[in-house]
């Protein structure tokens, strides 16, 4: 199970990418709200029991200042999947992109492109792949899937 946390709801356009992601590979995962400035204590508590409820892996994505996923990341034993989102009051997206990427060491976050959350519902997959040969199979589907629609695009080009 895959755990998906933004800063707001007004982040969920962006997230929900990762949720559809997740249900097309047949992925099980949780949706919830959790802010790292406005409720301190629920990050802690999501990010400290997450590996006790079975998560796997924790998609985190903020806008503006972005300190969602590198906050849960200190706190939690599990991959951490940094989805930038570029916000109302962003700076174009780079504060959230670079709140995000530049973590210190020892603190890792897996960052995607800014909006990027699709990216971070299959590199969730990902990892939960590795040890799931039946979502493993579902991302070589998807994979294939990807290959063959460009070689579709590309016959009917030149086709044309």
Do not use: F
């Amino acid at each position: 199970m895959i755990g998906i946390i933004m800063g707001s709801k007004s982040d969920l356009p962006v997230m929900q990418e990762a949720a559809d992601m997740l249900d097309e590979l047949g992925v099980k995962y949780e949706i919830t709200i959790v802010s790292a400035h406005r409720t301190p204590e629920r990050m802690y508590e999501y990010a400290k029991g997450a590996h006790k409820r079975g998560i796997k892996a924790i998609i985190a994505g903020a806008g503006g200042a972005a300190h969602l996923p590198g906050m849960v990341a200190s706190l939690t034993p599990l991959p951490v999947i940094g989805v930038p989102v570029k916000s109302r009051n962003s700076i174009d997206g780079w504060d959230s992109v670079l709140s995000i990427l530049q973590m210190p060491g020892g603190v890792p976050v897996a960052t995607v492109a800014l909006d990027g959350a699709k990216n971070a519902g299959i590199l969730a997959a990902q990892i939960v792949g590795s040890a799931d040969q039946v979502i493993l199979q579902n991302l070589i589907d998807y994979k294939e899937g990807l290959k063959n629609k460009v070689l579709k695009s590309a016959e009917e080009l030149e086709n044309r």
